[in-house]
């Protein structure tokens, strides 16, 4: 639980140069509240500013063990998100960043690149569409001529074409959360761990400053409108800090903090789209790259794909299936779904031993709408990232689902940028 201690050991440093129009005395300059890939980023990038005091707040034991840790570990390109949005931007900015970040620091990534099959005439037209996009805004992507396709990996079928991205590629996202969160700690920042945030009070005449409070109990997850507790159920003697800015990184969650900070009209809805992975005990058939299928318009997500992790092992996975709750985790033996998973896998990898696949883990998708994941089709969605009106010091960030994991450092610069240009 956060409690006074925190906050104690906070108000030890004695100087404050972190310029601000809020009164000197809070607690702490910026409270990041989730502590999964994207808060952690941000939490480090906001510690590095001269006099910063940044606690980061984590519901769980141990961070990033949502989302995060439960996802392809894909670093993706930026194929599929269209012009003009955050999430190209960010997720080309990201993938840069990444692949620096773990060279750097000995993070396990691998650039081990991705085709995107075709075997169909109409599926062709979607990753023409993908390679025109790709070639419009400079991303790397070529069409690999069916000899090489062949010799490369002749396990992988693609009847009508393959267009490659040499820059895709994995990172081992445990180690990557371990190596931001020990910067963010030795720079000084504080972390507050089994601490979920229940009640947020906004700046307010004569209190320039945001009150946090954190409980031992879980917060209402499923409920788009969390209940404010009443004031008798929140001690306000050991459980709430002060801070200047309040950054929102609560994944899944994140529409519940949004609605303890903005009015009524200003509340959002979340929405869950689960996506379940298979495992692959055989060593073959095993190619050297990912593997995707020609993306769908209008699907939640890129499609049942082949992906590896660190250790050369495959997975597949994830599928489409929406949720009403984001504790749904358990992979779901749906023996339709997991016989639709298996017909998209034979149609790229036709010599796969299907008994050698079983149901593995589940991850959510955190959506504002039951939207699509990639821009071609109807109703796409983007990164909400934004500083809200009437509400200063407040960033707020929905929707963050893939590319997330990819660009978790340049969202950071976003929000960096947001609070600080
Ligand atoms: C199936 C699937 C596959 C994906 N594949 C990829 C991929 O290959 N590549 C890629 O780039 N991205 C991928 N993503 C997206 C990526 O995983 C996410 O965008 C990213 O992990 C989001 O990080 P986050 O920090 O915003 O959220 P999270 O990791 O969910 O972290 C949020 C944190 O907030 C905490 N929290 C919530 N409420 C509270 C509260 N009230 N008080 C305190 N703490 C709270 C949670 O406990 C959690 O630790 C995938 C996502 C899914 C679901």
């Known amino acids: 639980?956060?409690?006074?201690?925190?906050?104690?050991?906070?108000?030890?440093?004695?100087v404050r140069t972190f310029s601000s129009t809020s009164a000197p005395q809070a607690d702490f300059t910026h409270a990041v509240i989730g502590a999964g890939a994207v808060g952690l980023a941000i939490a480090r990038r906001l510690q590095q500013v001269d006099g910063a005091r940044v606690v980061l707040i984590e519901k769980h034991g141990i961070v990033g063990s949502e989302t995060s840790s439960r996802n392809s570990e894909v670093i993706h390109a930026g194929l599929y998100y269209g012009h003009d949005t955050l999430k190209t931007k960010l997720c080309i900015q990201g993938k840069d960043m990444m692949y620096d970040y773990c060279k750097r620091n000995h993070v396990g990534h691998m650039?081990?690149?991705?085709?995107?099959?075709?075997?169909?005439?109409?599926?062709?037209?979607?990753?023409?569409?993908?390679?025109?996009?790709?070639?419009?805004?400079?991303l790397p992507t070529r069409f690999v001529p069916k000899d090489e396709a062949k010799q490369r990996e002749p396990e992988v079928r693609a009847e009508a074409g393959i267009l490659e991205s040499p820059t895709t590629g994995v990172v081992d996202s445990h180690g990557f959360m371990q190596s931001l969160h020990g910067d963010f700690e030795e720079l000084g920042g504080d972390t507050a761990l089994a601490s979920p945030v229940t009640r947020i009070q906004a700046p307010s005449d004569g209190n320039p400053d945001y009150k946090i409070w954190t409980g031992s109990m879980e917060p209402i997850p499923s409920s788009p409108t969390p209940q404010t507790p009443e004031q008798s159920a929140v001690s306000e003697d050991d459980s709430f800090i002060t801070t200047e800015t309040i950054i929102n990184s609560a994944g899944l969650y994140a529409c519940g903090i949004n609605n303890m900070i903005?009015?009524?009209?200003?509340?959002?809805t979340p929405f869950y789209a689960k996506g379940t992975y298979f495992s692959y005990s055989k060593s073959h058939p095993k190619p050297s790259t990912l593997?995707?299928?020609?993306?769908t318009p209008g699907l939640g997500g890129l499609g049942t794909h082949l992906t590896l992790d660190m250790a050369g092992r495959i997975r597949f996975g994830p599928d489409v299936e929406w949720v009403?709750?984001?504790n749904?985790?358990?992979?779901?033996?749906?023996?339709?779904?997991?016989?639709?998973?298996?017909?998209?896998?034979?149609?790229?990898?036709?010599?796969?031993?299907?008994?050698?696949?079983?149901?593995?883990?589940?991850?959510?998708?955190?959506?504002?709408?039951?939207?699509?994941?990639?821009?071609s089709g109807k109703g796409f969605q983007d990164f909400y990232i934004e500083k809200e009106e009437g509400f200063e010091g407040f960033v707020n960030l929905l929707g963050i689902e893939s590319p997330g994991l990819t660009s978790s450092l340049s969202?950071?610069?976003e929000v960096y940028r947001l609070l600080y240009r």
């Open 411 to 413: 969202i950071a610069e």
């Open 328 to 375: 749904d985790l358990a992979p779901t033996p749906n023996s339709k779904r997991f016989a639709a998973a298996i017909e998209e896998i034979k149609s790229f990898l036709p010599g796969v031993d299907t008994d050698a696949i079983a149901l593995d883990y589940a991850g959510i998708r955190p959506k504002l709408g039951r939207l699509s994941a990639v821009s």
């Open 324 to 326: 009403d709750s984001p």
């Open 291 to 295: 593997v995707y299928p020609a993306p």
């Open 1 to 14: 639980m956060l409690s006074h201690r925190a906050a104690a050991k906070a108000l030890r440093h004695s």
């Open 262 to 268: 903005l009015p009524p009209e200003r509340h959002r």
């Open 111 to 138: 650039n081990c690149g991705k085709w995107i099959v075709a075997q169909t005439e109409e599926q062709m037209g979607e990753i023409q569409k993908v390679h025109d996009f790709a070639k419009s805004i400079g």
